[in-house]
């Protein structure tokens, strides 16, 4: 037995499932060496997810990021000859219309993200899959890169490791599970075995459906989760014997039924000679907690392999037979059937990246077969790089709260994904039911009183629109229309934009407590934001100013976007909900790395925050506090002030995410109720987050962080460069440089508005979600000279202007204004054209009127 090494530059606990022995293979691939892989378990393992998964890999999603990892992976397993591309199949039964429906969206998707997929006929679905009844479906998404890892995942994990051995880089230990994790000072100093301890610089976990336990050494948790996967083989299904093939037939979903289907090939093949049919369940999914998972010596088939009660899938299994009757004429096998555990997460999205709380301790956790060398590739390139080659804020475990990583939410939240894994068309839009009411802001109650639809980010609950201002459609009704397809007007309330209309006639105000606020304090805090961001900071000319700036990646992406408020002995960062937590386990890892003296303080429930806007907002603020001081010349535009309102101290911003003049007013969270009071008092309406951060803010042109500012893009491709270049240097400068020494950049972010939005049924369409911007003639998806590809970033209705808005990245020739193009939306192309190039304002809310 080999001698376990009491020094490692890396640890990887869980190296024998797909995700670690892939992280494994890239971090040598990229040239580290001394790295130690231990697993609970064999090598490759037989009790993780890996060992039983069905291996099977779609690129059908909804999302750049799983699309890019999925496609990767496709290519690798390809390029290693442990790839069979038979194409796989999305179904939509007859009376299915909504599924029929989100296959259409799922095409569009594909174009927008790069996958082939396309929609067929009913027939040509029964051609490429002969066991279908071809009556039973209306039409089907046909998928040619679909396919299966062959002859399974598991030997593909053995073969890396095997060959990363031969290396001299990794040494493995089987049956040898992490018992503890050493840290000092903040930093991960080794993980400790039954067989000693190892000493490292770097741990990594991908431990799988473990990965929680592994966390709970440090005092962290991971918001995952396991879930039952009902699994039945039937058979023998002879159909493919002497062809030597892993599968023979394409993939089949039957999403409609939460199910799928797969042959299993030859049967003198390793799993060869069944037919394999697969269940989610929607209604009752069953979660386990890692550390209620059965040991080894407990199991009747493995710890990941539970066992199977028929009454989970008996009804689900009696449509599957109605639609591919061939299952009940095999029979199923009893004895290999089980409740195969895999992972959900509290939103959608992996959890991979650094620990918020100990550094050189990295997660690889909640990833499947499909994403495995993907995913592999990304955090061997962000340990390497400390950035990934696509944006990766969806999947980056810093994007929790703390809040987010609790026990009972991630119970409360998986369980709710677990019921969306295969059959709902969930709704770009769609709040979660579960994990609400978390935070609230301190008008929360006047909000309720008001009719409050809400919606939830970051554990707020914002209200998007209110009741109480139905009347306004009254008066404004003939420029908000009613979205005759429920779809579009799905998680819409009209409301919102006779709201949007009202505050640009005269005044609103917005609650805005979501906001997340970080204090920046010490000796060095002006340094520290200095090299930070790409706008000055610096100097005593920014005392009592708002900055809107921006963090860059090495290589010039926008990794953020937000404010800094320069007060006299701090910066205070005003953040989004969204981003907000992500930005703040950055800054306080940039200020350890460069050995600054500073203290980043999280502030976001001490403050709140109203938006007061319009072009009455002057003259309303006027009436409490002393006109004078809201003078333009005595209060410019991105300045702060001390305002005392209802007898509290207000620091009021002067700016604008709505195009209207008017201020942000912070205050301490115990006396926002009475500055709220007061300006109700003066008759302000109070209008909801939909105009803030969707109708009026597109009709502005500005920008949004993850969604249209990404570190795919630079800061001169999304027209938000500085007008010069501080002095100071700053992270990402001289990618910066470059980018603006440039003659052109690669690509534009530019205003896009539908010139016709009604569908061929006749009905007005209002887009949500990413849609495909494609070439109006040919109609392929632009694609710009570094294979980015055009979908819009942001969408929404504008009323004022009367059309739909969207924000999408051009290719450099075709961003011109004036230019036409298309939008795919549900399956139809819709004309649009070129309306701003860069930042160009769509409305000018001095002369209160469209631009033309």
């Known amino acids: 037995m080999a001698a376990l090494p009491e020094r490692a530059n890396v640890v990887i606990i869980g190296v024998g499932g797909i995700v670690g022995a892939s992280v494994a293979h890239h971090l040598i691939e990229r040239g580290w060496d001394d790295i130690v892989g231990i697993d609970k378990s064999a090598v490759p393992t037989d009790i993780g997810s890996t060992s039983h998964a069905s291996d099977f890999c779609y690129a059908t999603a909804h999302d750049q990021l799983s699309c890019w990892t999925t496609a990767y992976s496709i290519d690798f397993y390809e390029g290693r000859g442990r790839y069979a591309r038979v194409g796989g199949l999305e179904v939509a039964r007859v009376g299915d219309d909504e599924r029929m429906a989100e296959l259409k969206r799922k095409v569009a998707s594909g174009k927008a993200f790069g996958t082939r997929a396309t929609m067929i006929s009913a027939a040509e679905a029964k051609q490429k899959f002969p066991l279908l009844e071809q009556e039973l479906i209306q039409g ?34 089987a049956n040898l599970p992490a018992t503890d994790l050493i840290v000092k000072d903040g930093r991960i100093g080794g993980v400790v075995t039954a067989r000693g301890t190892i000493r490292a610089d770097h741990v990594i976990v991908c431990a799988g459906l473990w990965g929680r336990l592994i966390a709970e050494m440090v005092g962290e948790d ?8 009902p699994l039945l083989w039937f058979g023998p299904y002879r159909e493919f014997d002497g062809t030597g093939k892993d599968i023979g037939w394409p993939l089949l979903r039957d999403q409609g039924n939460s199910a799928y289907m797969r042959d299993t090939g030859d049967s003198a093949t390793t799993e060869g000679g069944m037919i394999e049919w697969g269940y989610y369940e929607e209604t009752e999914p069953r979660l386990v907690h890692p550390r209620d998972i059965l040991e080894k010596s407990e199991a009747r088939l493995s710890p990941s392999q539970r066992d ?20 009940a004429e095999l029979g199923y096998e009893e004895k290999r059937s089980f409740n195969g555990l895999l992972q959900v997460t509290t939103d959608g999205g992996p959890s991979l990246g650094e620990s918020t709380n100990v550094r050189g301790l990295w997660y690889a956790v909640a990833v499947w077969v499909k994403d495995g060398p993907g995913m592999g590739k990304l955090i061997a390139d962000w340990m390497t790089d ?13 994007r929790f709260y703390p809040f987010q990583t609790g026990a009972q939410y991630i119970h409360d939240r998986c369980t709710e994904t677990a019921m969306k894994v295969y059959n709902p068309a969930v709704h770009p839009r769609e709040p979660f039911s579960k994990g609400r009411g978390i935070r609230k802001s301190p008008f929360y109650e006047r909000e309720v009183e008001l009719g409050g639809h809400f919606m939830e980010l970051g554990g707020w609950e914002r209200a998007h629109g209110y009741a109480a201002n139905e009347h306004l459609l009254e008066k404004w009704g003939e420029k908000v229309p009613v979205r005759e397809n429920e779809w579009d007007n799905r998680h819409f309330w009209r409301v919102s934009n006779a709201e949007h209309l009202e505050m640009s006639e005269d005044v609103g105000m917005v609650n805005l407590s979501h906001f997340a606020i970080y204090d920046v304090e010490g000796p060095d805090h002006v340094a520290f934001m200095e090299w930070l961001c790409v706008a000055r900071i610096g100097g005593e000319r920014n005392i009592g100013r708002g900055i809107y700036t921006h963090f860059l990646e090495d290589d010039g992406g926008v990794r953020a976007d937000l404010t800094v408020l ?58 409490l506090v002393d006109p004078e001081t809201l003078s333009p ?21 002067r700016i604008s995410y709505v195009g209207e003049q008017g201020w942000e007013l912070h205050m301490r969270y115990e006396d926002g109720l009475a500055v709220w009071d007061a300006l109700r008092d003066l008759g302000v309406m109070v209008f909801g987050v939909e105009t803030y951060a969707n109708s009026r803010r597109m009709e502005k042109s500005l920008r949004l962080q993850n969604a249209d500012l990404l570190t795919d893009y630079n800061l001169l491709e999304a027209d938000l460069a500085r007008p010069k270049v501080k002095e100071p240097d700053f992270r990402g400068k001289a990618a910066y440089l470059e980018h603006r020494a440039r003659n052109q950049q690669v690509a534009t972010l530019c205003t896009l508005v539908m010139t016709d939005n009604v569908d061929s049924q006749g009905v007005a369409r209002y887009p949500v979600g990413t849609c495909p911007v494609l070439d109006e003639k040919t109609g392929e998806v632009l694609v710009d000279e570094l294979g980015r590809r055009s979908f819009t970033t942001s969408i929404a209705y504008g009323p004022s202007v009367g059309k739909n808005i969207a924000l999408a990245y051009l290719p450099h020739d075709r961003a011109r204004k004036g230019n036409g193009l298309m939008i795919e939306y549900f399956g139809e192309h819709f004309p649009v054209e070129v309306a701003g190039v860069g930042y160009e304002p769509l409305y000018d809310p001095e002369n209160l009127r469209p631009r033309s």
């Open 222 to 229: 991971l918001p995952v989760m396991p879930i039952d996967h």
């Open 308 to 327: 199977l009660d028929m009454e989970q899938v008996i009804e689900p299994l009696e449509r599957a037979m109605e639609l591919t009757p061939i299952l």
């Open 386 to 398: 400390g950035r990934t080659p696509i944006d990766i804020h969806a999947a980056d475990y810093a």
């Open 633 to 653: 010349e005595n209060f410019p535009f991105a300045t702060l002030k001390p305002l005392t309102i209802a007898g509290r101290d207000v620091t009021a911003f």
């Open 566 to 623: 320069r007060m006299d002995d701090r910066c205070r960062v005003v953040d989004g909900a969204d981003a907000g937590p992500r930005d703040f386990t950055f800054m306080k890892r940039v200020a350890a790395d460069k050995g600054l003296d500073v203290t980043i303080t999280d502030v976001t429930e001490e403050y709140t925050t109203i938006g007061l806007w319009g072009p009455n907002a002057r003259a309303t603020l006027s009436r």
């Open 140 to 173: 089907a998404l046909w998928d040619p890169d679909a396919g299966l890892v062959t002859p399974r995942s598991q030997v593909v994990t053995g073969e890396l490791v095997e060959e990363a051995e031969k290396t001299g880089k990794l040494k493995v230990f």
